[in-house]
């Protein structure tokens, strides 16, 4: 194709994308560090290759200020309500983040 970036641009679900036929699966695989390991059967569309991410631990840490919980209480209340949550509803209004 003429312009493979302009093509690349418009893939929505790739495991893996190569551009251009100086960029064979080989060089991606072997040289370049594009994960060889994909996913298939429309798990794209959800996931990313196998890579050494793949194999890392990531944390996540929050912190609300009472100010903070009164505001979001509301919504996170409304969710847990919705989906049929209620003890989550009960930890969000027990700390003060509105009735219940």
Do not use: C
């Amino acid at each position: 194709m003429r312009d493979p970036a302009a093509v690349a641009a418009r893939i929505r679900h790739a495991g893996e994308i190569l551009l251009g036929q100086a960029t064979p699966f080989a060089a991606a695989n072997y040289a370049i560090g594009v994960p060889h390991a994909l996913p298939t059967g429309g798990w794209a569309a959800a996931t990313s290759g196998v890579s050494v991410l793949a194999f890392t631990k990531t944390s996540f840490v929050a912190r609300l200020t009472d100010a903070g919980l009164r505001t979001l209480a509301p919504v996170a209340a409304a969710l847990g309500r919705y989906e049929g949550f209620p003890a989550h509803v009960q930890a969000i209004t027990a700390r003060g983040g509105g009735e219940d």
